[in-house]
């Protein structure tokens, strides 16, 4: 008996608890991987964090966005080394320049690039299939239902990669990557690094040698379509009473979903969505009446089916969008006719309280709203906790596209204002990881054709790591903790870049920083204001908490307006108005429900008489 991860699971007979992500993880373990880069993001951050936790032999980072993690990976591939990328399905946006032309050189050491696909949106601002992405890249894709796949279709996909010589991709979907089921485990088997091969041929790709690679790419493609008819991940279940009206066609997720309803239909489950066992299915279509294709989201399989003309049938009955339950899955086969009724228990969630999620007792990004919100600003949002500042009750930001599109944005509404004579003040927020991601190019553009008469200010909101995905180290981290290594100091590297009005404020200071951001934001030109408190949460800050003096107390709400989930408001006996109150336990002494207080009733707790 051994624990293999930090959270102490236990192993038994070789057998462990998993979830998804650690599942790729340890795959990419026993298959010898070397180097994994990675840049977080829901649903697939768990997997460099569990190698990060529990392989120390492999180099891991998260690097600064997507498309460098995807660099180094392929620097490291290159070099003849197993290479595992992961990223949500969205970083495969940032990655695709590098992508789309690696794909088209020979891999050295196998490469796998995971990516985290969100059906149904719990933690993303889009639901793109990122199994087309694959078929663009010229890229086996992979599609594991549970652990255990998750962990042998990794294996699998580095000797696919090495031996039709491509980055082979494996697509997951935040169910599988969350829930957790049993795995066994085998031994690492090691891998020499070959070193990097003198090929430019190979590995330079410009037109003589692209040229040549498109029909490598085709060729690839081709043979792994004949190869996936005798594939055992792409597994035929006859029907046990031999009935063939109908043949279900699906993969991944989706496949254990359909089997929970006990029918007894033929079922082809895909392990490999693309490219598809195309031969076989062809034979089996003509034994059938109706061929069905359960899955979520866009009808990939269904419209690679139908191109090469098996006539099918799926999102006619299926959602194109979220998750699709067993539920939904009965009843799309009630819609198909091919059930008469709906039988599967629904069953009914708790009822729960409902409540919209909202920053952390102390967290520094709530004073910055609470000033932009009184300032009336229009604020121009980006990806980070801070996006929280959009819901009730702040309200405070009024678009968001995607990690550092905030700054683009302002520049370009500026311009479009100005030119119709239009102008007003702008702000845009961004965090400090997202500022690293893809923030600093948009302000390097902002020195492009600067208008002074354009009023515009960003706001950089430096809580020295990325939050909203668990606390990554970003590249200011250091500033405040140790798990940094690195210490990027933000204004100076904005000031080199050639910009001069940068003001760095303690925001817990709410008074001047009131004053300072409120100034900025009139300040008719450009601004750039940087807040300097670090993640309550991530850096567990707990300072003396406050409480309310209710004699002193008058009801006017201003400190319940900040959000901070330990104030409300509640009846006191002998007061007829309702005053305000602090739970101390969860209040961790920022002081700046205290600060907006008009008449000095919310005090530290050492101070009470
Ligand atoms: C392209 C892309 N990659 C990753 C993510 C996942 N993601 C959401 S918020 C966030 C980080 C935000 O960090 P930061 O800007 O420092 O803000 P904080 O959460 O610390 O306030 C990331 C990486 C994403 N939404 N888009
Ligand atoms: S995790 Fe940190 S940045 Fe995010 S809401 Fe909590 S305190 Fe604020
Ligand atoms: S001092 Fe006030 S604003 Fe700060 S954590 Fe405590 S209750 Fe929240
Ligand atoms: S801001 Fe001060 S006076 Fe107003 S409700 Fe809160 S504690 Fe009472």
Redesign the pocket.
């Known amino acids: 008996m051994e624990h293999l991860s930090s959270k102490g699971d236990v192993v038994m007979d070789n057998k462990t608890i998993m979830s998804g992500n650690q599942a790729v993880g340890r795959g990419f373990y026993e298959a010898g991987g070397r180097v994994a880069s990675s840049y977080p993001g829901s649903p697939t951050v768990g997997i460099l964090q569990s190698i990060k936790d529990n392989y120390k032999d492999i180099y891991s980072e998260f690097s600064v966005n997507e498309k460098v993690a995807l660099e180094v990976g392929i620097g490291a591939s290159f070099a003849g080394a197993r290479v595992l990328v992961s990223m949500k399905h969205v970083g495969m946006n940032i990655a695709a320049d590098p992508l789309m032309t690696f794909t088209q050189t020979k891999i050295n050491g196998g490469f796998v690039l995971t990516t985290g696909d969100d059906p149904g949106m719990s933690s993303s601002q889009n639901e793109q299939d990122n199994r087309i992405l694959g078929k663009f890249a010229h890229m086996a894709v992979l599609d594991p239902g549970n652990s255990q796949e998750s962990l042998d279709y990794t294996k699998l996909a580095f000797d696919l990669s090495e031996k039709y010589i491509m980055p082979t991709m494996i697509r997951i979907t935040s169910r599988v990557c969350h829930s957790r089921s049993i795995v066994e485990l085998s031994d690492r088997v090691e891998k020499e690094v070959s070193g990097f091969p003198n090929k430019p041929e190979d590995f330079a790709m410009i037109p003589p040698n692209t040229l040549k690679k498109q029909f490598t790419m085709a060729d690839r493609i081709d043979k792994l379509t004949v190869a996936a008819n005798d594939m055992d991940i792409n597994i035929y279940e006859p029907s046990p009473a031999m009935r063939t009206d109908v043949l279900v066609v699906t993969s991944g997720l989706m496949y254990y979903n359909y089997k929970e309803l006990g029918l007894d239909y033929s079922v082809f489950k895909l392990g490999m969505v693309y490219p598809l066992p195309i031969k076989k299915l062809h034979q089996l279509a003509k034994k059938y009446k109706r061929i069905i294709v359960i899955e979520e989201m866009m009808p990939f399989i269904e419209n690679e089916l139908k191109m090469h003309g098996v006539h099918c049938e799926g999102k006619n009955f299926f959602s194109i969008t979220g998750e699709l339950n067993t539920e939904d899955i009965e009843l799309g086969l009630v819609n198909a006719k091919i059930l008469k009724e709906h039988t599967y228990p629904i069953e009914k969630p708790e009822e729960t309280v409902a409540r919209l999620p909202m ?2 007792s ?4 709530r004073p910055v709203f609470d000033i932009l919100k009184k300032a009336k600003a229009d604020v121009i949002g980006d990806i980070g ?1 801070y996006s ?1 500042a959009f819901l009730d009750p702040l309200n405070a930001v009024n678009s968001i596209i995607s990690m550092g599109a905030s700054i683009g944005i302002m520049k370009g509404m500026s311009k479009a204002l100005k030119s119709a004579e239009k102008s007003k003040p702008l702000a845009c927020v961004v965090g400090d990881g997202t500022f690293f991601h893809s923030g600093m190019t948009g302000m390097l553009n902002m020195l492009h054709q600067m208008d002074e008469s354009e009023n515009m200010t960003v706001l950089i909101l430096n ?1 020295g790591t990325t ?2 995905t668990g ?1 990554q180290a970003t590249s200011t981290t250091k500033s405040y903790s140790d798990a940094g290594d690195v210490d990027a100091n933000i204004p100076e590297l904005l000031h080199s870049m050639g910009f001069d009005r940068i003001k760095t404020v303690d925001q817990f200071d709410y008074k001047n920083a009131k004053k300072v951001i409120d100034e900025e934001l009139k300040h008719d030109g450009f601004s750039i204001v940087m807040t300097t408190r670090p ?4 850096f567990k800050i707990k300072e003396t908490p406050f409480y309310v003096d209710q004699n002193i107390c008058i009801g006017c709400r201003s400190c319940v307006k900040t959000n901070c989930p330990p104030i409300l408001m509640k009846e006191y006996d002998g007061h007829d108005k309702l005053k305000s109150s602090i739970n101390k336990d969860s209040c961790v002494g920022c002081s700046v429900c205290a600060q907006v207080c008009p008449v000095g009733a919310i005090k530290r707790i050492e101070e009470e008489a």
């Open positions: 920053f952390c102390g967290c520094p990004h906790c929280l809580n939050a909203m606390g993640c309550a949460l991530n």
